[in-house]
Nanobody, 115 residues
Framework: QVQLVESGGGLVQPGGSLRLSCTASRIIFSFYDLDWYRQAPGKQREPVASISASGSTNYADSVKGRFTISRANARNTSFLQMNSLKPEDTAVYYC?????????WGQGTQVTVSS
């Protein structure tokens, strides 16, 4: 069974940084597009950043210039480097791996930005 496991979340002060990781098992990782989403309390899940199998990246306007998505195919892992964090970045962050009709989600990791 395919598994995606996120890690790296936690509590950080405004202006701080966190690096999230998403490690996949039982897929040919390099074939998949990877996305990070987040869901804040009472809000819908929203896309944050994506990186295609070929390495093209896209970001939500709210995180451009602060977040960086990357991937290490040899390690079956995607990263989301988050800098200059704001309280409004507080959410559960999820990773998604997709290839055509095959879509897999992780269980999420909590990020809380608060002083």
């Amino acid at each position: 069974q395919v598994q995606l496991v996120e890690s790296g979340g936690g509590l950080v002060q405004p202006g701080g940084s966190l690096r999230l990781s998403c490690t996949a098992s039982r897929i040919i990782f390099s074939f998949y597009d990877l996305d990070w989403y987040r869901q804040a309390p009472g809000k819908q899940r929203e896309p944050v950043a994506s990186i295609s199998a070929s390495g093209s990246t896209n970001y939500a306007d709210s995180v451009k210039g602060r977040f960086t998505i990357s991937r290490a195919n040899a390690r079956n892992t995607s990263f989301l480097q988050m800098n200059s964090l704001k309280p409004e970045d507080t959410a559960v962050y999820y990773c998604k791996a997709s290839r055509g009709t095959y879509v897999h989600w992780g269980q999420g990791t909590q990020v809380t930005v608060s002083s």
